[in-house]
């Protein structure tokens, strides 16, 4: 809701619905042009006082136990994500690394701006959704420092073949968005749901990726808040996570999906995302 009320409170729908308007995928000058008006509309409006107020309170209280200007992800989530017959995830922005109330502020701006890239709009306009009924929220998540160790996703099924017998983790150096984008190759990791509920450590396979590149923080004073690095040789030959962790995860899982099964009344299958924190090595 606080997307519509963005809209609202900066009187701009009016000339957002005018730029949609006949809006033609085959023309992609105009296309462009059209996309990048619509998010400068919304980008330019300020936060509404009472939004700007309550989003600055909230992260004075999650700085408390951090400090201050604690480092925090940024996150879109929009209320069509993963729908049955469509999905809409990853088309909005995720800012990481985000200091102080001045670029929080800034970032959930960008994300509201960003349910209008090209390739959501795109999308919207191939599966028949309308533009203006589709909102977006923003999450905000203190930032685990995976940059110093490493992150990924983890689901309870093999995602190729639909064999619901094992949990599937995938994982590489740095902070999870190379994973989560497809930008880099993991390390994947195989084990067994059955014997793993009987206590064993059914690590059935894993593979090892490439992990060419790992994303950190950005150094020192520099704008710059995250970037990708090259992975040594001999790190890029090991494995990102131990058997120990391997198997962590996977209880993790297993908890999730019966947890989720249990309140929908049949198997729930389940994604996740993983880190690993560098600086306490927790999961």
Known sequence: EAYRYLLKSGAI?????????????RDLED??????????????VPLPQDLAEEITRAYGALCRPYGENTDVAVRSSATAEDLPTAS???????????????????????????LFTDRAISYRIDHGFDHFRVALSIGVMKMIRSDMASSGVMFTLDTETGFRDVVLISGAY?????????????DDFYVFKPTLRTGHRPVIRKKLGEKSIKMIYGSGSSKVL???????????RL?????????????????????????????????MEWAKDGITGEL
């Open 13 to 25: 729908l009016p000339e957002m619905e005018k730029t949609l308007a006949g809006i033609d995928k």
């Open 31 to 44: 296309f462009a042009r059209r996309g990048q008006r619509l998010r400068e509309l919304i980008y330019q």
């Open 88 to 114: 809409f995830a990853g088309q909005q922005e995720t800012y990481l690394n985000i200091r102080g109330t001045a670029q929080l502020l800034d970032a959930c701006r960008r994300c509201f701006a960003s």
């Open 174 to 186: 740095g902070l999870g968005e190379n994973v989560v984008q497809g930008a880099v190759n993991p």
């Open 226 to 236: 995250t970037r990708n690095v090259e992975v040594p040789e001999a790190e890029r």
């Open 239 to 271: 494995f990102c996570l131990s058997d120990d962790e391997i198997l962590e995860l996977a209880r993790y899982a297993l908890a999730i999906e019966e947890h989720y099964s249990q309140r929908a009344g049949h198997d729930q299958p389940m994604d």
